[in-house]
């Protein structure tokens, strides 16, 4: 399930305190970051936060690991072949005046939503290297992993009670039949 909208980290943390949640995870989308790699410049990079629990990653991991501490990122293996960028490389990734460097540690499957562009490179980091990289802005939603499907509907109404402004909630394929 996930929660469309703007979340604070003490409304990310108040939602994974719901009795319903198993995992919530911010989540944040850029578009228009400028990559540098050692192979040359990627104009219009897409950077996506890099979950940490495995249930709710936006991609499958095809090579490397997944990363470890906010300096390190996976690359989407498209993007990857394209540019020949392996694991050990260095990319600076820049939004505005906002910069920040990382090591590729890994190669990711391109993520299967829509959200991503067919031709840009995709990164894939940390939910602080994203903030950071955001300038600090709350995340722009909320991934959450429920203990059981049956509380899809609970959970969404208590997020409603909970927060100030209610989200719009995406329920996955997984719920069909408990919502």
Known sequence: MKLVGKFTPRQVDRLASLPQAAAVECGT????????????????????TAANRPGLRWSELRSGAYPATDAQLLIDERTAAAHDIRAGERVTLSRGRI???????????????????????????PSGAVAALEGGAPCDSVTVELRRRRDASTFSRAAHDLLDTPPAVIYDESLRGHV
């Open 29 to 48: 989308t850029l578009y228009g970051v400028t990559a540098v790699t050692s192979r040359g410049l990627l104009n219009g990079a897409t950077v996506l």
């Open 99 to 125: 910069v920040t460097e990382a090591m590729v540690v890994g190669i990711a499957a391109r993520p299967s939503d829509r959200a991503v562009g067919a031709r840009e490179a995709v990164f894939l980091l």
